[in-house]
Nanobody
């Protein structure tokens, strides 16, 4: 299962960006999809996640500013980022887990998309 990320870029403090992540391949079932980020010198952290029932979870620092959403028909997850702050600057990664159909065999997968840079200037 492949994840393709789009979006990201440079924005001023208080601005907005939207990230998209589309999953493709032999998907049998998608479970959770989420966004992680990694700032220079820091560990990768979970930013937001959404499960099959559209239950969402956010790290405290982005609550009220970021919104994760999911289009199950398109196997796509979005991250709307508003009121961006310089501390949001990081490389953002998409992650998805679920089940794939590998020539008739159902196997679990946990895939990562390519990172996309989000930079917020002060």
């Amino acid at each position: 299962v492949q994840l393709v990320v789009s979006g990201g870029g440079l924005v001023q403090t208080g601005g907005s960006l939207r990230l998209s992540c589309a999953a493709s391949g032999s998907i049998f079932m998608l479970h959770a999809m989420g966004w992680y980020r990694q700032a220079p010198g820091k560990e990768r952290e979970l930013v937001a996640s959404v499960d099959r029932e559209n239950n969402t979870d956010y790290t405290n620092s982005v609550k009220g500013r970021f919104t994760i959403s999911r289009d199950s028909a398109k196997n796509t997850v979005y991250l709307q980022m508003d009121s961006l702050k310089p501390e949001d600057t990081a490389v953002y990664y998409c992650n998805a887990d679920g089940l794939s159909d590998e020539l008739g065999e159902i196997v679990a997968f946990d895939s990562w998309g390519q990172g996309t840079q989000v930079s917020v200037s002060s």
